[in-house]
């Protein structure tokens, strides 16, 4: 009888419907194929019942994060050879119901059965997160939802970001660390807010307060920061303390939909509108309309997506649903700038800057794996793989257009039209 890793990559090919570009390595000591390329370690039976149990990504993803599934060599190059495989292959790829009408693709599954061992599902890894049905997107669920990401724990979040603590993309030059390019993305924000001494700044998902310090610090603002993880609160209270800044910065843990002290100056949103979701966004965009002055400025920094022929397909992706953002979704562009304008917004930039979070994403995966036994004991295990395997993902959907991050700077523009801005935009760049 053929070794276990030959009768894996045989079944998965036969299955797959295309070659595997990569070396597998199963439980029993036994390799199949190109004997350079970076493997994919198929660690016990285990991972073929999560994987039939759950066929596509989640029960990949469960795989991995039990530590039933690992990569040999660079993850990056094995990533990039998975996607085509399973993720990538769109509309011509074939659907479950037509393989599992192919005799041959239902013969393979059932060998896959038998190779697997005893037909029971084993329990998902205690980070996968365990709901009910339940309306999305109302302040109880948003708030479990951002404690389950950001509340894993600020020292974890300290080796990953780095001493910026700044979780969104930064705004790179040819050269430098990581901190000067955080540091150089919020001074972007704040010029294209255009911030002046004595003004109001409300900074919507203040995170661990690295804007509200900058726009507070460098242009004598007063901030109102809002967010819904205690931790990250505590944290940035801290951090605005130990800066000499609590008389011109304010941390809360609050909803921004429960923000009532406007006018402001000015809004920033860094990286918090993808928790916002669709049917929620219009609301969203009102709101924040409704608490800037007239003539005040929007910055909006969110992820988007790439459009789909058929929007109403859309469907949240499994992994990061159920392990990194619960209830987050994506958007394009295109549809943002429509609920932004129709809330009242006049739109007035948007700039592309998915290059610079590639390289971002890069920095904190290498942050992550230079002090991977101590973010192992930081957090556990598996929350680390899941970390890991986000972000290097991540890094690779940016750098191959899969989805991007913009900003948009949107005015609310008074009656008599003045937006306030110069004649010649982009002067933030200097």
Same mark, same amino acid.
């Given at each position: 009888?053929?070794?276990?890793?030959?009768?894996?990559?045989?079944?998965?090919?036969?299955? /797959?419907?295309?070659?595997?570009?990569?070396?597998l390595k199963a439980w029993d000591g036994s390799q199949s194929g190109p004997p350079d390329a970076?493997?994919?370690?198929?660690?016990?039976?285990?991972?073929?019942?999560?994987?039939?149990?759950?066929?596509?990504?989640?029960?990949?993803?469960?795989?991995?994060?039990?530590? !039933? $599934?690992?990569?040999?060599?660079?993850?990056?190059?094995?990533?990039?050879?998975?996607?085509?495989?399973?993720?990538?292959?769109?509309?011509?790829?074939?659907?479950?119901?037509?393989?599992?009408?192919?005799?041959?693709?239902?013969?393979?599954?059932?060998?896959? $059965?038998?190779?697997?061992?005893?037909?029971?599902?084993?329990?998902? @890894?205690?980070?996968?997160?365990?709901?009910?049905?339940?309306?999305?997107?109302?302040?109880?669920?948003?708030?479990?939802?951002?404690?389950?990401?950001?509340?894993?724990?600020?020292?974890?979040?300290?080796?990953?970001?780095?001493?910026?603590?700044?979780?969104? =993309?930064?705004?790179?030059?040819?050269?430098?660390?990581?901190?000067?390019?955080?540091?150089?993305?919020?001074?972007?924000? =704040?010029?294209?807010?255009?911030?002046?001494?004595?003004? &109001?700044?409300? !900074?919507?998902? =203040?995170?661990?307060?690295?804007?509200?310090?900058?726009?507070?610090?460098?242009?004598?603002?007063?901030?109102?920061?809002?967010?819904?993880?205690?931790?990250?609160?505590?944290?940035?209270?801290?951090?605005?303390? !130990?800066?000499?800044?609590?008389?011109?910065?304010?941390?809360? +843990?609050?909803?921004?939909?429960?923000?009532?002290?406007?006018?402001?100056?000015?809004?920033?949103?860094?990286?918090?509108?993808?928790h916002v979701g669709a049917e929620k966004y219009l609301e969203y965009a009102r709101q924040l309309?409704?608490?800037?002055?007239?003539?005040?400025?929007?910055?909006?920094?969110?992820?988007?997506? &790439?459009?789909?022929?058929?929007?109403?397909?859309?469907?949240?992706?499994?992994?990061?649903?159920?392990?990194?953002? @619960?209830?987050?979704?994506?958007?394009?562009?295109?549809?943002?700038?429509? *609920?932004?304008?129709?809330?009242?917004?006049?739109?007035? !930039?948007?700039?592309?800057?998915?290059?610079?979070?590639a390289r971002t994403l890069r920095r904190w995966v290498a942050n992550l794996e230079a002090d991977?036994?101590?973010?192992?004991?930081?957090?556990?295990?598996?929350?680390?793989?899941?970390?890991?395997?986000?972000?290097?993902?991540?890094?690779?959907?940016?750098?191959?257009?899969?989805?991007?991050?913009? *900003? +948009?700077?949107?005015?609310?523009?008074?009656?008599?039209?003045?937006?306030? /801005?110069?004649?010649?935009?982009?002067?933030?760049?200097?």
């Amino acid at each position: 009888m053929a070794d276990a890793a030959s009768r894996l990559r045989s079944l998965a090919e036969q299955m /797959l419907g295309a070659p595997l570009p990569l070396r597998l390595k199963a439980w029993d000591g036994s390799q199949s194929g190109p004997p350079d390329a970076p493997a994919l370690v198929v660690r016990n039976r285990r991972a073929l019942r999560r994987m039939l149990f759950k066929p596509g990504e989640l029960g990949l993803a469960r795989a991995w994060v039990s530590g !039933d $599934l690992e990569i040999e060599g660079d993850l990056y190059t094995v990533l990039d050879a998975m996607a085509g495989l399973v993720w990538e292959r769109g509309e011509d790829a074939r659907s479950l119901a037509q393989a599992v009408r192919d005799p041959d693709v239902r013969a393979a599954a059932r060998e896959l $059965l038998k190779l697997a061992g005893p037909p029971i599902p084993p329990a998902p @890894p205690r980070e996968e997160v365990r709901r009910p049905r339940r309306r999305l997107h109302t302040r109880r669920t948003d708030k479990r939802a951002i404690s389950h990401h950001y509340d894993v724990g600020n020292d974890f979040y300290e080796l990953v970001l780095g001493p910026s603590m700044v979780y969104s =993309c930064a705004y790179w030059e040819d050269a430098g660390s990581l901190e000067s390019a955080q540091r150089d993305k919020l001074e972007l924000v =704040c010029a294209k807010l255009g911030l002046k001494e004595g003004q &109001r700044l409300l !900074d919507v998902g =203040c995170g661990w307060g690295s804007m509200a310090i900058h726009a507070a610090r460098e242009h004598g603002v007063s901030v109102v920061g809002v967010t819904l993880s205690q931790e990250q609160a505590a944290y940035a209270r801290k951090r605005v303390a !130990d800066e000499g800044l609590t008389d011109r910065v304010e941390i809360r +843990v609050q909803d921004y939909r429960d923000v009532v002290d406007g006018p402001f100056d000015a809004i920033s949103s860094i990286g918090m509108a993808e928790h916002v979701g669709a049917e929620k966004y219009l609301e969203y965009a009102r709101q924040l309309y409704a608490l800037l002055k007239p003539g005040g400025r929007l910055l909006n920094h969110q992820i988007a997506r &790439r459009p789909q022929r058929d929007e109403s397909a859309y469907e949240v992706d499994d992994f990061i649903d159920s392990y990194v953002f @619960p209830d987050g979704e994506l958007a394009p562009v295109g549809t943002t700038v429509t *609920q932004l304008e129709r809330a009242g917004f006049e739109v007035r !930039d948007v700039e592309s800057i998915r290059e610079h979070y590639a390289r971002t994403l890069r920095r904190w995966v290498a942050n992550l794996e230079a002090d991977w036994d101590r973010a192992v004991r930081l957090t556990s295990p598996g929350r680390a793989r899941v970390w890991r395997l986000y972000m290097a993902a991540s890094a690779l959907a940016f750098e191959r257009n899969r989805i991007g991050v913009n *900003q +948009v700077l949107a005015i609310r523009t008074p009656e008599s039209g003045a937006s306030g /801005l110069p004649l010649r935009a982009r002067t933030w760049h200097g």
